[in-house]
Structures are given as structure tokens and as C-alpha cells.
């Protein structure tokens, strides 16, 4: 398998091309970024199956041509409300394979509409494959199948477990990002139909095996492509989780954005400023939390009555956002699904196997039976905890507060 990184020497990027320049099915791994020294640098420590190239993702036909020269694209350039829709229309066109680790919905939405020219052209592309969207979805996948009848769906992520490797002062794409999601309405699905509200608005989710904890609605892909996917869904949100004193200066940021006291560069630039204020510790960040740190909760009927069925990650890639990003993309990849047309992971991936896939990458090399951890409100208290106790030695540092020595 021949592979292209666009952005490979990203944080992200990096992240999944150590992963993928150690599979043995790939031959050949192309770093491609902006900056050619970057890439040259980043493919220098990768050996021999790297190679570096310089590249402006904005130049359609140098991408086409870059493209054609691999089995399959993997797009870590972002944000993707500006990049996304035209690297994948590139890469269509170009007739290779291509998964990403979109977390914006807008070009979620556009990319998909892409469906018919990728299934014409014998492409597949996956959107969405790092960790929310990406396993998050797929925590949903299996969350929905415990249960007879799906109503609600809601995927979680702490943001503060988003930790970047280096910090700095300029915005990163994912500091951009989240400015567009928290200024801009953001799509729900309620009363069964997609509408677009204001973000960050404070939810109650009742777990089950721990109780009730507070999640912040954030602009992800998820609400999107899992209605797609079980159009029988009622409502789905994604929330943030995190303490009101992160949340409140996001919040102000955005509504600064929306009555034009700023612009978004100048937002995300305070932004980053105020990322590196916050806790550098991923254990310390989740003082507050009451929630796991990605999970997802399907809600509906089960044997005739109510339920709710919670799925949680119980193992981790790492604390950092490359890691855990950039890691699942890189397994995403290696199963190479043969689906032509454009999808999300929950419409092309098994959970059970990609959970085993994914297993050897995470921290301790744990049993892929540990990765997650499920409760159900139908189970009594002890079964709950039970399940709970069974996760990983991470999740009980993160959930109890115990620090490392």
C-alpha cells in the first residue's frame, strides 16, 4: 500500500505517519506539508519508507497529480471548513482511496453530498476518523446495537484531554475550529429533524453506572452523519465536557464573534493565549469531570422497556490530541475499507474490529476486550460497577482522581 499524509508534518500527521511507516502492508509513505523542510525532516526519522514532498493543497492539479501516485490519501489538513471539500474533490478526481479526521460539520455535510462522483469513480472515502468524530462514532455504533429501538444518541469528549504535544501562541487549525463552532449555530437533531441552535448550551446526561453530568453542545460532525446513518434517531447532540470555567471564556469568545466585537483570527489568537493558561496535565484537567472522557450514550427500548446504554473508552492512544487522533486515522487506514462512495466510520467500520486493531497502539498494550467499557440502565448497580471496574488502569486515574506517582 502506497500512502500520501497531507499535513504529515502536523501534529496529527506525525502522529499517524510513525504508526503507518511501521505497518508492514505499506511500502510506501509519502510526508506531504506546506513546508518542505518539515516534511523532509519528519520523513528523515520515518527511514527509508518515507519520503518527503512540498506541497500547497490549495493547487488542484499538483494535488491531483501527488494523489495518483498513491493507493490512498490521508488528509490531516485543517481547519476543514476551508481545506476539506476541495482535497477530497482533488482525490476523487485523482480516483484514489482517502480518509480524513473532519471535525467540522459544514464541510461533513458538503463532503458527503461528494457520494455519487466517489462511487462513479470507484472511490472510497471515509470522513471523520480520529477520535470525536471518529471513535466516538463508533462507540455510538455499538451503543445503538445493544438496544432494540434507537431514540437518542449522544457522543461526549472532554476538551481538555485535547492537549496539544507543543504549546504556542499562534492559533493552531484546531484553536480555528473551535472558534467556528462556538460562534457560528451549530446542527442538532431534535424532534427528529436537523436544526441549527446556538452552541455551547449546558445538557444533563444521566450515565449509566455513574449518574447525571454536564456536557456543553459543540459543533462536531456526529449529530450529522450518525442521523444519516439511523435516520430513526430522534435526537443526538455532542457536547463538550469540561469545567464552567473553560467553557465561559469560549462562550464569551464566541458571542464576541457573533455581534462583531471580533474577528475570528483575533478570537482564536486570545484563544490560544488562554489554552496556555489552562492545566497542562490531561490527569489534573479532569478534576471536574464527572463524565468518562469519550464516550457515547444510545438511549430507546430494550426488551419491551426503557434503557440506556452507555459505551466509554476504556483505553487510550495517548494523552495528547496527536495521539489520540492521529492514531486511530493510522488503523482507520490500515483496514482499508473497499466501499466506493463518501461515509462516515459508523457506516464502514465493525467496532469489535477496529477496537482490536486499535488495542496493540494504546497505553500498557492492553486486551482488546478492556477497550470498551459498557453499562446499561437495565443492569443492576453492581453489574454497573462491575463493568466500570473493568476498564483501564488510565480511566481509573482519570475517573478517581488518583494521581501517578
Not at 462511487?119 to 446495537?145: D, H, I, K, Y
Not at 455551547?200 to 450515565?207: F, M, P
Not at 490531561?282 to 426503557?306: E, I
Not at 459498557?374 to 443492569?379: K, L
Request: net charge negative; charged share 15%.
Amino acid at each position: 500500500m502506497r500512502v500520501l499524509v497531507l499535513g504529515g508534518a502536523g501534529e496529527i500527521g506525525r502522529a499517524a505517519a510513525r504508526l503507518l511507516a511501521a505497518a508492514p502492508e505499506v511500502e510506501q509513505l509519502v510526508i506531504a506539508d506546506l513546508s518542505e523542510a518539515a516534511a523532509t525532516a519528519v520523513a528523515a526519522e520515518l527511514g527509508s519508507v518515507a519520503v518527503a514532498r512540498q506541497i500547497d493543497v490549495a493547487d488542484q492539479e499538483r494535488l491531483v497529480a501527488l494523489a495518483r501516485e498513491s493507493d490512498v490519501v490521508v488528509n490531516t489538513v485543517g481547519p476543514y471548513f476551508r481545506f476539506g471539500p476541495g482535497i477530497l474533490s482533488a482525490v476523487i478526481e485523482a480516483g484514489r482511496n482517502y480518509i480524513d479526521v473532519c471535525d467540522d460539520p459544514a464541510p461533513t455535510a458538503t463532503m458527503l453530498e461528494m457520494h455519487d462522483r466517489a462511487v462513479a469513480a470507484g472511490v472510497t472515502a471515509v470522513l471523520g476518523m480520529g477520535a470525536s468524530p471518529g471513535v466516538a462514532n463508533l462507540l455510538a455504533r455499538q451503543a445503538v446495537s445493544g438496544l432494540d429501538q434507537v431514540e437518542s444518541v449522544v457522543t461526549g469528549w472532554n476538551l481538555l484531554m485535547a492537549q496539544p504535544q507543543e504549546r504556542s501562541w499562534r492559533p493552531s487549525a484546531a484553536i480555528v475550529h473551535g472558534i467556528e463552532q462556538v460562534s457560528t449555530p451549530i446542527p442538532v437533531i431534535r424532534g427528529g429533524a436537523q436544526v441549527r441552535e446556538k452552541p455551547l448550551r449546558e445538557t444533563t446526561i444521566d450515565y449509566p453506572g455513574i449518574g447525571p453530568g454536564i456536557g456543553w453542545t459543540f459543533g462536531h460532525p456526529e449529530p450529522v452523519t450518525l442521523a444519516r446513518t439511523y435516520p430513526q434517531i430522534v435526537e443526538c447532540v455532542n457536547v463538550a465536557v469540561a469545567p464552567r470555567y473553560v467553557i465561559a471564556p469560549l462562550a464569551a469568545l464566541g458571542s464576541s464573534v457573533r455581534i462583531g466585537l471580533l474577528s475570528r483570527e483575533r478570537a482564536a489568537t486570545v484563544a490560544a493565549v488562554v489554552e496556555n493558561v489552562l492545566p497542562s496535565s490531561p490527569l489534573a484537567a479532569l478534576d471536574n469531570s464527572a463524565l468518562p472522557p469519550l464516550f457515547a450514550l444510545a438511549t430507546g427500548t430494550l426488551g419491551g422497556d426503557r434503557a440506556a446504554i452507555g459505551c466509554a473508552l476504556g483505553q487510550f492512544p495517548g494523552l495528547t490530541m496527536a495521539e489520540a487522533t492521529g492514531i486511530p486515522l493510522a488503523v482507520g487506514t490500515l483496514l482499508n475499507p473497499d466501499r466506493p462512495g463518501v461515509h462516515p466510520p459508523e457506516a464502514v467500520f465493525e467496532p469489535a474490529v477496529f477496537f482490536q486493531r486499535l488495542a496493540p497502539y494504546c497505553l500498557g498494550n492492553p486486551r482488546p476486550e478492556s477497550m470498551v467499557v459498557v453499562t446499561n440502565s437495565q443492569w443492576s448497580a453492581a453489574v454497573n460497577a462491575a463493568a466500570l471496574d473493568s476498564g483501564s488502569l488510565v480511566t481509573a486515574l482519570l475517573r478517581s482522581r488518583i494521581r501517578p506517582a
